[in-house]
T-cell receptor, first 112, second 115 residues
Framework: EADIYQTPRYLVIGTGKKITLECSQT?????MYWYQQDPGMELHLIHYSYGVNSTEKGDLSSESTVSRIRTEHFPLTLESARPSHTSQYLC???????????FGEGSRLTVL | KNQVEQSPQSLIILEGKNCTLQCNYTVSPFSNLRWYKQDTGRGPVSLTIMTFSENTKSNGRYTATLDADTKQSSLHITASQLSDSASYICVVSANSGAGSYQLTFGKGTKLSVIP
């Protein structure tokens, strides 16, 4: 079972609010990722990190930001949420030996 | 451009029946191919990994095949159960050098198993 955790699982907020989605893993993986997934659609990479103090934007443009101060922690922040940000956000980390991705349970964000 | 195409987009089968999901890819240079199962509202979970030299691999009632020449993979589910209802995602990894890999995701096949 994967040791990667996301909080909150569900969040409903009003437009303009600042939110942070938390992601933590205890597997010591250097590589971590954030994906955005709309219902019934494919995953889109929005941010990734190859280690502490390393962050890069993914294939899909996103107004969110990320930070990687500690290996185990990779939070995603939206400074001012909008209804267009309503989606599911999936965090993952990657085993550098096998290449396998381990996903968290996801954070479903609804912006009213 | 690396691409992964999955078919069918959705599938409904009766409990106990078998089914096969397809994945075609144009990813280069190919490193490996994984099938993930994603339950509704949950994160994907790895089912199998196929490397270049592997033709078939089983994980319980799931059997994956890989034809590296035609760049096709299939996931066969035997004696389906209601709990198999999920989206099945094909993910292909390309070796982009210096120990770095690029992942290309398919859109998934949504499987519904009905009693």
């Amino acid at each position: 079972e994967a040791d990667i955790y996301q909080t909150p699982r569900y969040l409903v907020i009003g437009t303009g609010k600042k939110i942070t989605l938390e992601c933590s893993q205890t597997m010591g993986h250097d590589k971590m990722y954030w994906y955005q997934q709309d219902p019934g659609m494919e995953l889109h990479l929005i941010h990734y990190s190859y280690g502490v103090n390393s962050t890069e934007k993914g294939d899909l443009s996103s107004e969110s930001t990320v930070s990687r101060i500690r290996t185990e922690h990779f939070p995603l922040t939206l400074e001012s949420a909008r209804p267009s940000h309503t989606s599911q956000y999936l965090c993952a980390s990657r085993d550098q030996n096998t290449g396998e991705l381990f996903f968290g349970e996801g954070s479903r964000l609804t912006v009213l | 451009k690396n691409q992964v195409e999955q078919s069918p987009q959705s599938l409904i089968i009766l409990e106990g029946k078998n089914c096969t999901l397809q994945c075609n890819y144009t990813v280069s240079p190919f490193s490996n191919l994984r099938w993930y199962k994603q339950d509704t509202g949950r994160g994907p979970v790895s089912l199998t990994i196929m490397t270049f030299s592997e033709n078939t691999k089983s994980n319980g009632r799931y059997t994956a095949t890989l034809d590296a020449d035609t760049k096709q993979s299939s996931l066969h589910i035997t004696a389906s159960q209601l709990s198999d209802s999920a989206s099945y995602i094909c993910v292909v990894s390309a070796n982009s050098g210096a120990g770095s890999y690029q992942l290309t995701f398919g859109k998934g096949t949504k499987l519904s198993v009905i009693p």
